[in-house]
């Protein structure tokens, strides 16, 4: 599997994007991201059956992750976006297996390039 994130951009203040990831259905998938000079951070994930979605609080409301496992798609809505949201964002796939670690990056094994979003203020 490889995992390759899309959809990012250069946006302003309030903007909306949608970003892409393509693993396949066998795999829970987590979103995170790394700004300049800092960690990477957990940002949302879903189940494999996406009937469980988990989100950073600092996005939470804002954030919606989903998925099409008919077309092998996983989604990251990004809505009223902040210039706090400027990072390269990751797609990670994992284990199918349910858990309480979807948030923590040892829960991924496979990693995707990731996709820039800027956001102006």
């Known amino acids: 599997v490889q995992l390759q994130a899309s959809g990012g951009g250069l946006v302003q203040t309030g903007a909306s994007l949608r970003l892409s990831c393509a693993p396949s259905?066998?795999?829970?998938v987590g979103w995170f991201r790394q700004a300049p000079g800092k960690e990477r951070d957990f940002v949302a994930a879903?189940?494999?059956?996406?009937?469980?979605?988990y989100y950073a609080d600092s996005v939470k409301g804002r954030f919606t992750i989903s998925r099409d496992n008919a077309k092998n798609a996983v989604y990251l809505q990004m809505n009223s976006l902040k210039p706090e949201d400027t990072a390269v964002y990751y797609c990670?796939?994992?284990?199918?297996?349910?858990?309480?670690?979807?948030?923590?990056?040892?829960?991924?094994?496979?990693w995707g390039q990731g996709t820039l979003v800027t956001v102006s203020s």
């Open positions: 879903i189940r494999w059956d996406s009937r469980g979605m």
């Open positions: 259905h066998d795999y829970s």
């Open positions: 990670a796939a994992g284990p199918k297996n349910s858990g309480h670690n979807y948030n923590t990056e040892n829960r991924y094994y496979i």
